[in-house]
């Protein structure tokens, strides 16, 4: 610790949603995938990741074709009908999605139903929260 940092109580053990963009989007640049849609729920953070997803795309000069914002409210639909039509509508087979743990695995659950985690769909989960289980979802 250098000595400005020895009073800190600041300490990060994962990586922030800034970082694992800023890796997702070499990804893409490496792959050519430049087409994608932002799929979030209300967890804490999302307007943020939306913002920088915006600045990391028109600070870029790759030709991002950004497709757009869905975000979801995951209650009142206790059987995913609407969650799977939302889904539906997204163009991008390429998505980058934020939100909590247990959301995705819902998320996931009604993508699976609805034909949209199988092959040709590539889906980037980003947070700071999706850790800590030995049990990982389908």
């Known amino acids: 610790l250098s000595p ?14 800034e ?7 070499e990804v893409l640049e490496e792959y050519d995938w430049t087409a994608f849609a932002v799929v979030t729920t209300l967890f804490p953070g ?6 920088y997803v915006e600045v990391l795309t028109d600070s870029s000069f790759i030709g991002w074709e950004h497709r757009g914002v869905l975000t979801l409210n ?3 639909d206790p059987e995913g ?6 889904l539906r509508e997204v163009s991008a087979q390429i998505r980058l999605l934020y939100c909590s743990r247990e959301e995705a695995e819902a998320i996931f659950r009604a993508a699976r139903d609805a034909g949209l985690a199988g092959p040709g769909y590539i889906w980037f989960v980003v ?6 289980s030995d049990q990982l979802p389908e």
């Open 81 to 86: 009908t609407r969650l799977r039509r939302q």
């Open 4 to 17: 400005q940092e020895k009073g800190s109580t600041f300490l990060q053990l994962g990586s922030s949603t």
């Open 127 to 132: 947070g700071t929260n999706l850790g800590g």
């Open 19 to 25: 970082q694992q963009l800023q890796v997702i989007f």
């Open 74 to 76: 995951l209650t009142d």
């Open 46 to 51: 999302y307007e943020d990741f939306v913002d």
